[in-house]
C-alpha cells in the first residue's frame, strides 16, 4: 500500500520559498497521530498537490521540488523515507470541519429516547433519523438533519 | 482501495495553547482522533470512531466522561486557533 501527503497552510505561505515554510511538525506528536489513524507512513509514492483550491496534478516523486530542510527532516523521522517536496496548498477550512466533527461526538453522547423526546418538543417528527447538534451559549441547538452523518443506531 | 486523512496543528511548532499544551487534530473517514500534549507528561490520544461511536483513550476504552473531555479539549484548541495559525497534512494512501 503507498501513501501520499500532502499538506496546507495560511494564505502567507509563498510556493518554493524554503524561507517562509512552516516549521518542522514534531515527529513523535504525528507518528502517534499517524498510528491512532491506523496509517503505516512507511511507504510514499506520490504527492498530492493544490494551489488556489486547485489540484494542480499528481507528481513523480523523482521531480518534484526540493522541500524545506526542517520538513523534511520531520517527515522522514515519521517513515516518509522518500519524500522530496513539499507542496504550496489551499488555505483548508479546519475551523468549520472540526467544529462539525466535535458536534458529531456530541451528539453520540444523546440517548435514543431522550433525543425523540427533545425532537418532539422542538416540533420535529418523531422518527427523524439524525440531527446535528451544536453546543450554544451553555445549550444544545439543534441545527439540521445530517442523515449522512448520523445512523439510526448511533444513539446510546 | 483508498485511505485518506487530515492532520491539523499549528503551523508553528513552537506554538501552544494558553495553558501550555499542544494539541494535534486528526481525521479519516471512520476515526477523529484529537491528540493532546501537556508538557512533562505522557501524551493522551482521543480516538473516536464514527461508526461505532465508541472512544479509545491511548488505546483503552472510554466512556462518556472521555467524551466529554475530547469535546472539551477540541473545543478550547478551536477557541485559541485561526485558519492563519493552522496547517493541514492531507494524506492519502493508495494500494
Known amino acids: 500500500m503507498g501513501v501520499s501527503i500532502s499538506r496546507s497552510s495560511g494564505p502567507h505561505y509563498k510556493p518554493g520559498n524554503a524561507a517562509s515554510l512552516p516549521k518542522a511538525l514534531s515527529s513523535a506528536d504525528l507518528k502517534s497521530v499517524l498510528t491512532s489513524l491506523g496509517i503505516d507512513p512507511s511507504k510514499v509514492v506520490s504527492v498530492r498537490e493544490q494551489a488556489g483550491g486547485q489540484v494542480t496534478g499528481l507528481r513523480d516523486i523523482q521531480s518534484l521540488n526540493p522541500i524545506g530542510h526542517h520538513t523534511a527532516e520531520a517527515l522522514k523521522a515519521l517513515g516518509f523515507l522518500n519524500v522530496e517536496a513539499l507542496l504550496s496548498l489551499q488555505v483548508a477550512d479546519d475551523i468549520t470541519r472540526i ?7 456530541q451528539t453520540s453522547l444523546i440517548k435514543k429516547a431522550d433525543f425523540s423526546v427533545l425532537a418532539s418538543l422542538m416540533g420535529f417528527d418523531s422518527d427523524i433519523e439524525g440531527f446535528v447538534l451544536v453546543e450554544s451559549d451553555g445549550g444544545l441547538q439543534l441545527l439540521e438533519r445530517a442523515l449522512d452523518e448520523l445512523e439510526e443506531d448511533s444513539f446510546i | 482501495m ?9 503551523s508553528d511548532d513552537a506554538k501552544t495553547l494558553p495553558d ?27 480516538v473516536f470512531d464514527r461508526k461505532t461511536q465508541d472512544i479509545l483513550v491511548n488505546g483503552k476504552p472510554g466512556d462518556n466522561a472521555d467524551k466529554r473531555k475530547m469535546i472539551k479539549l477540541g473545543t478550547y484548541f478551536l477557541e485559541h486557533s485561526s485558519e492563519d495559525d493552522l ?5 492519502q494512501a493508495k494500494g
Do not use: C, M, W
Not at chain 2, 483508498?2 to 499549528?10: E, L, N, R, S
Not at chain 2, 496547517?87 to 494524506?91: K, S
Open chain 2, 2 to 10: 483508498t485511505h485518506a486523512a487530515k492532520i491539523v496543528q499549528f
Open chain 1, 99 to 105: 467544529k462539525n466533527r466535535l458536534a458529531t461526538i
Open chain 2, 87 to 91: 496547517i493541514t497534512l492531507d494524506i
Open chain 2, 20 to 46: 501550555g499544551s499542544k494539541v494535534i487534530y486528526a481525521e479519516s473517514d471512520d476515526k477523529i482522533v484529537l491528540y493532546h500534549k501537556i508538557p512533562f507528561e505522557r501524551g493522551l490520544t482521543y
